[in-house]
């Protein structure tokens, strides 16, 4: 079992900055991916960004490359989302996801508004 707890969103003027992290607990050896995800109203969830644990590839979104950037603190298990020259588009609840080789992990979400 795994548990991912989000924090870090908000209402956000455009042109602005925001992080976003995701703390994980419990059978954390067994994930191999983790993600940021994405669910505007009315749209489908559609992923953000994805790190490689093993690896440390890294995955973006078109919509977001060079403006996004997904990185992990190792000792304190923990992976981010640094959201900076956010748009009005972006606005999202965001969600954190953990992939193990038997099930996908969710966290609650995060309210990210960016709006003048």
């Known amino acids: 079992q795994v548990r991912l707890v989000e924090s870090g969103g908000g209402l956000v003027q455009p042109g602005g900055s925001l992080r976003l992290s995701c703390a994980a607990s419990?059978?954390?050896?067994?994930?191999?991916?983790m993600g940021w995800y994405r669910q505007a109203p009315g749209k489908q969830r559609e992923l953000v960004a994805r790190l490689t644990i093993t690896s440390g590839r890294t995955t973006y979104a078109e919509s977001v490359k060079g403006r996004f950037t997904i990185s992990r603190d190792n000792a304190k298990n923990t992976v981010y989302l640094q959201m900076n020259s956010l748009k009005p588009e972006d606005t999202a609840v965001y969600y954190c996801?953990?992939?193990?080789?038997?099930?996908?992990?969710w966290g609650q979400g995060t309210q990210v508004t960016v709006s003048s």
């Open positions: 419990g059978s954390i050896f067994s994930i191999y991916g």
């Open positions: 996801n953990a992939e193990t080789p038997n099930i996908a992990y």
